[in-house]
């Protein structure tokens, strides 16, 4: 997993985090009919959705959180629970007006992970809070079926979580299943970003390097092979290191989240102007 490290970046490294964070403190959706604005997490089994929920934290707090639960031992699908995640601000009930939906990973195979259905049900706003996933799609009429989705409940911005290194491991029926999400997302008019996780998992940018993630050409090979399987167009894709065992926060890897989760909010904040 070595790379070639560049002189120069091949992409600016964001670096307005104090306008970044401005910009996601003052968020408000124009659109008088939505109270907020809901991201969508979706991916692979392990890629790093649920981490990258407590990275938003952390990185809104300025301290390492763990609200959301990951699996630490990589073994099967972790997350089985449709739950929106709400920030606060620091003052009580004050919240930021973004919410991320952490969805369970899609599988290799025809029989792992999430239901493709149940993607398209929640970008619909079918699927209620507390929903377990389940080997079969959610039925319309179940206790957890929406019928009625107001503008809040439905999904303003699709983000695939992709780990570095993936794709070329990805198999036939997970493109298939990314494939049928993505048609899905486009007949809805959804916006679609994807994020590339695990970056340190490139050895050069390890540690005190994740700054120069932009100079890694290996990095932007992951983002090509990510465009070329998603069909998004590579300045729809970020590079991110999750806060995954670390015990405080590092400008570098804020910087990635806040430049990316910036991009979520706009594209999703365009869509609802655009209703
Ligand atoms: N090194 C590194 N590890 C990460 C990163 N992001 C996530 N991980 C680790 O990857 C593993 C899986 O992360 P999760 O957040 O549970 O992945 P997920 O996409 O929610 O997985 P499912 O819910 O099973 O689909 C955990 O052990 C995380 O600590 C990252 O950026 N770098
Ligand atoms: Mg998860």
């Known amino acids: ?33 939505c109270q907020h604005l809901r991201v969508l997490l979706c991916g692979p089994l392990g890629g790093g959705k649920s981490t990258f929920i407590n990275s938003v934290d952390s990185v809104l707090k300025g301290r390492i959180t763990g609200r959301c639960p990951v699996d630490t031992t990589a073994r099967d699908t972790f997350t089985k629970t449709y739950k929106t995640y709400r920030f606060h601000k620091g003052s009580p009930r004050a919240f930021y007006s973004f919410v991320f ?37 959610l039925a319309e009429g179940s206790e957890s079926y929406n019928a009625d989705p107001t503008l809040n409940d439905k999904v303003h911005v699709l983000v695939y979580v992709i780990p570095a290194f993936f794709i070329p491991i990805m198999t036939e029926e997970a493109i298939e299943k990314m494939r049928e ?15 590339v996780t695990k970056v340190d998992w490139e050895d050069a940018m390890r540690h005190e390097n994740i700054k120069n993630v932009y100079k890694s050409k290996s990095l932007k090979n992951q983002i090509e092979d990510v465009s070329a399987i998603l069909g998004l167009s590579v300045n729809s894709i970020f590079l991110v290191k999750n806060y995954e065992s670390e015990v405080s926060v590092n400008d570098d890897v804020d910087a990635l989240i806040l430049g990316a989760l910036r991009q979520m909010i706009s594209c999703g904040e365009d869509f609802l102007d655009d209703l």
């Open 181 to 195: 999400v993505r048609l899905a997302a486009r007949d809805l008019g959804i916006p679609q970003l994807a994020i």
């Open 101 to 137: 939906n952490d969805t369970m990973g899609i599988g290799s195979d025809a029989n792992s992970g999430i239901c493709v259905e149940d993607i398209k049900l929640a970008m619909m706003g079918h699927v209620r809070d507390g929903y377990e996933f389940k080997g079969k799609p």
């Open 1 to 33: 997993m070595g790379g070639d490290v560049l002189s120069t970046p091949w992409r600016e490294m964001p670096s307005n985090k104090t306008s970044d964070l401005e910009y996601l403190t003052d968020y408000k959706p124009q659109n008088s009919e």
